[in-house]
């Protein structure tokens, strides 16, 4: 089963088993009251999540020395989960369902989405090349922006863009 990173655990603060959370999801709603996490094959519940404070506390956890055993760990969720607790709006995507799309324009493949790279202006698909693509780069950048993403079809795994192949061209 495929997990999705959430969080990333920081220092105990307060006395009760709080701590300093890192978010690496945009979507902050996940960690209500109640929802399960894991670590390793550790199981957390939260208890509560402040995120003006950026402060998690987790059922069972309750003094700083059983939060300074955590600190510097990955929370971690399944995909399905995820899903079921986040709502996307229109044209929005979860990462996980964005990598491993095939990159296409005007009918030619330019490549497979192997990671997505956050940048203050924008996301940037970084994409492995198509072998078939001879004398060009391994891999480039296209950022996932209106402007170059023409279509996505999620559940046929393929992305439809304008200007990639200048780009390509271009790295």
């Known amino acids: 089963m495929q997990k999705v990173n ?11 088993g709080e701590m300093k959370i890192y978010l690496l999801s945009d979507f902050p709603e996940q960690l209500k009251n109640g929802a399960k996490f894991s670590i390793n094959d550790k199981e957390l519940v939260v208890e509560y999540f402040d995120l003006k404070r950026d ?21 971690t969720t399944t995909i399905e989960e995820t899903k079921n607790s986040c709502e996307l709006k229109e044209n929005e995507y979860f990462w996980f369902d964005v990598i491993g799309c095939e990159v296409f324009e005007d009918g030619k493949k330019l490549g497979i989405i192997k ?5 203050p202006q924008s996301d940037y698909l970084f994409i492995l090349t198509n072998k078939d693509l001879k004398d060009k780069p391994k891999s480039f950048l296209i950022p996932f922006i209106d402007k170059f993403i023409k279509d996505v079809d999620i559940e046929a795994k393929k992305i439809e863009v304008v200007g990639g192949q200048d780009i390509l061209d271009a790295s």
């Open 55 to 75: 402060v998690i506390k987790f059922v069972g956890i309750n003094s700083p020395e059983e939060a300074k055993k955590l600190t510097n760990k990955i929370l």
């Open 115 to 119: 990671d997505i790279y956050r940048y």
């Open 6 to 16: 959430v969080a990333k655990l920081g220092r105990a603060v307060g006395l009760k």
